[in-house]
């Protein structure tokens, strides 16, 4: 596949790791960086990327799945909507697992509520054109990469006059939840790969505030393995160097600007939120999107009572902490045990983008958690839950 | 989540509604081209462009020019990697 298989070459990332290898004696200390983003995560667990690096960089995985920052109260007050008689709800494949406080929409759906998976907002638009006697909401969620979908077909639906569709507006932006993880002093990172497509979106421009307020470095980077392997080398010749600066790898697709179009559709149809609540990360002002008053009639908030409750995720549940990359899953006792792909009680278990998930579903625990041990003599106060992976 | 994955429009289904067949690996899609049109960029004009494909809407084109640099620059790194081993 053109633009896919070029980058998957196995010589160039041979020499790419040569490269990440020799830049590494160089460092002063070992370093960690963040993937911000869930697909990134994703890549790296897929193609191994993790496993090849020398052991001086440790890979932190960030917040950036919008899954798994989806707090239990919002999700509660989508099922809420869902429940309502004559209610069509459509949502993406990836929130249908997702834990809510009593619930998730898979269990919701059994139960009789008619929930629909679909690829695109424009498809629920489609739905609520082939039933007007249904009102249909279309549960949209996503950082800036989807937020320009989501506004136009808002403006669609107002073009059409389709009065009978609405919207439950959880979009998040990444430049805030950026800002919250690097004013935590919990966190002590030394680069970021920055997000790819959120930036196709916003562009490279507003990560300068990463390098010139805070001193690090970000590469931003496509989600092939030789886009992450050369983001990771460039962010190592920058720290070698003494370097702090905001670098695009993935040039393809990321222009310094974004997309003026896209950005212009987001800023037609939604106001930023004073405040947004982000599971593991607590509220993160001006974090959230909502649609504007001009919209109104197409806000599910306004069309249909919620809960809005603010509900505490599960006690023994340490997503917080490891969307932080404070902790990594296999410190969290429910990890593998309690809480699986099939029976997530942590969100970063739900999406394949979630750090717990791509652990447990690409396996090398054990080689992972044998470097962190070489690392760090002990790992935790407590012994390793029994998981079902093997430390030998 | 963000997930996006490179097509090429082959065909414009819908001026109006600024929508397009685009091939994916050889599936053929309906989407959304709403982001990648403007004055200078008519939809008639989009045939043939690559473009990144994301929850039914083309986001933005493909360089096809950086990305050969990127490529090009891997592939030297290589070359001259293998030239060392030998």
């Given at each position: 596949?053109?633009?896919?298989?070029?980058f998957?070459?196995?010589?160039?990332?041979?020499?790419?790791?040569?490269?990440?290898?020799?830049?590494?004696?160089?460092?002063?200390?070992?370093?960690?960086?963040?993937?911000?983003?869930?697909?990134h995560?994703?890549?790296?667990?897929?193609?191994?990327?993790?496993?090849?690096?020398p052991q001086t960089?440790e890979?932190i995985h960030?917040?950036?799945?919008?899954?798994?920052?989806?707090?239990?109260?919002?999700?509660?007050?989508?099922?809420?909507?869902?429940?309502?008689?004559?209610v069509?709800?459509?949502?993406?494949?990836d929130?249908?697992?997702?834990?809510?406080?009593?619930?998730?929409?898979?269990?919701?759906?059994a139960?009789g509520?008619?929930?629909?998976m679909?690829?695109s907002?424009?498809?629920?638009?489609?739905?609520?054109?082939?039933h007007?006697?249904?009102?249909?909401?279309?549960?949209?969620?996503?950082?800036?990469t989807?937020?320009?979908?989501?506004?136009?077909?808002?403006?669609?639906?107002?073009a059409?006059?389709?009065?009978?569709?609405?919207m439950?507006?959880?979009?998040?932006?990444?430049?805030?939840?950026l800002?919250?993880?690097?004013d935590?002093?919990?966190?002590?990172?030394?680069?970021?790969?920055?997000?790819g497509?959120?930036?196709?979106v916003?562009?490279?421009?507003?990560?300068?505030f990463i390098?010139q307020?805070?001193?690090?470095?970000?590469?931003?980077s496509?989600?092939?393995?030789?886009d992450?392997?050369?983001s990771?080398?460039?962010?190592?010749?920058?720290i070698?160097?003494?370097?702090?600066?905001?670098?695009?790898?993935?040039?393809?697709?990321?222009?310094?600007?974004?997309?003026?179009?896209?950005?212009?559709?987001i800023?037609?149809?939604?106001?930023?939120?004073d405040s947004?609540?982000?599971?593991?990360?607590?509220?993160?002002?001006?974090?959230?999107l909502?649609?504007?008053?001009?919209?109104?009639?197409f806000?599910a908030e306004?069309?249909?009572?919620?809960?809005?409750?603010?509900v505490?995720d599960?006690?023994?549940?340490?997503?917080?902490?490891?969307?932080?990359?404070?902790?990594?899953?296999?410190?969290?006792?429910?990890?593998?045990?309690a809480?699986?792909?099939?029976?997530?009680?942590?969100?970063?278990?739900?999406?394949s983008?979630g750090?717990?998930?791509a652990?447990?579903?690409?396996?090398?625990?054990?080689t992972i958690a044998?470097?962190t041990?070489?690392?760090?003599?002990?790992?935790?106060q407590?012994?390793?839950?029994?998981?079902?992976?093997?430390?030998? | 989540?963000?997930?996006?994955?490179?097509?090429q429009?082959?065909?414009?289904?819908?001026?109006n509604h600024k929508?397009?067949?685009?091939?994916?690996?050889?599936?053929?899609?309906?989407?959304?081209?709403?982001?990648?049109?403007?004055?200078q960029h008519?939809?008639?004009?989009?045939?043939?462009?690559?473009?990144?494909?994301?929850?039914?809407?083309?986001?933005?084109?493909i360089?096809?020019?950086?990305?050969?640099?990127?490529?090009?620059l891997?592939?030297?790194?290589?070359?001259?990697?293998?030239g060392?081993?030998?």
């Amino acid at each position: 596949m053109k633009y896919v298989d070029e980058f998957r070459e196995p010589e160039k990332a041979e020499a790419l790791c040569r490269e990440i290898t020799k830049l590494s004696h160089q460092l002063e200390k070992p370093i960690k960086i963040m993937e911000v983003c869930g697909g990134h995560t994703h890549s790296i667990f897929k193609y191994g990327i993790e496993e090849i690096l020398p052991q001086t960089i440790e890979l932190i995985h960030g917040p950036g799945c919008p899954v798994c920052v989806m707090p239990k109260g919002r999700l509660d007050d989508a099922i809420a909507i869902s429940q309502n008689h004559n209610v069509i709800f459509a949502t993406f494949g990836d929130a249908m697992r997702v834990p809510g406080s009593k619930t998730s929409l898979l269990q919701a759906r059994a139960q009789g509520a008619d929930i629909r998976m679909v690829y695109s907002p424009l498809d629920s638009l489609q739905i609520a054109k082939d039933h007007p006697d249904r009102e249909v909401v279309f549960f949209a969620l996503g950082f800036e990469t989807t937020a320009p979908s989501t506004a136009f077909t808002i403006v669609q639906a107002a073009a059409e006059e389709i009065h009978n569709f609405s919207m439950f507006s959880n979009h998040v932006l990444v430049i805030p939840a950026l800002k919250a993880l690097l004013d935590n002093p919990d966190l002590q990172l030394d680069g970021f790969v920055g997000p790819g497509h959120v930036s196709m979106v916003i562009g490279s421009d507003p990560y300068q505030f990463i390098s010139q307020q805070y001193n690090k470095p970000i590469v931003v980077s496509g989600f092939e393995p030789l886009d992450i392997l050369q983001s990771i080398w460039m962010l190592l010749q920058q720290i070698v160097e003494n370097r702090c600066e905001v670098e695009n790898q993935y040039n393809r697709i990321v222009q310094k600007s974004g997309n003026t179009v896209a950005l212009q559709a987001i800023n037609k149809v939604f106001a930023v939120r004073d405040s947004f609540d982000w599971r593991g990360l607590g509220d993160i002002p001006y974090s959230g999107l909502k649609i504007k008053p001009e919209y109104a009639q197409f806000d599910a908030e306004l069309k249909f009572t919620i809960p809005n409750l603010k509900v505490a995720d599960h006690k023994a549940c340490k997503c917080g902490e490891i969307l932080k990359g404070v902790l990594k899953p296999w410190e969290c006792k429910v990890f593998g045990t309690a809480c699986t792909p099939e029976t997530p009680i942590g969100t970063c278990m739900v999406s394949s983008e979630g750090a717990c998930a791509a652990y447990y579903k690409y396996g090398r625990l054990s080689t992972i958690a044998k470097r962190t041990i070489t690392q760090k003599p002990k790992i935790t106060q407590e012994p390793l839950p029994a998981c079902g992976f093997s430390l030998d | 989540m963000c997930l996006g994955i490179p097509g090429q429009i082959i065909e414009i289904t819908n001026v109006n509604h600024k929508l397009a067949l685009v091939n994916i690996g050889g599936v053929k899609r309906e989407v959304n081209i709403a982001c990648i049109v403007d004055e200078q960029h008519p939809p008639e004009a989009c045939i043939g462009d690559w473009v990144l494909v994301h929850v039914g809407f083309a986001m933005n084109r493909i360089n096809e020019q950086e990305a050969a640099e990127t490529l090009q620059l891997l592939q030297e790194l290589a070359a001259a990697q293998a030239g060392i081993n030998t």
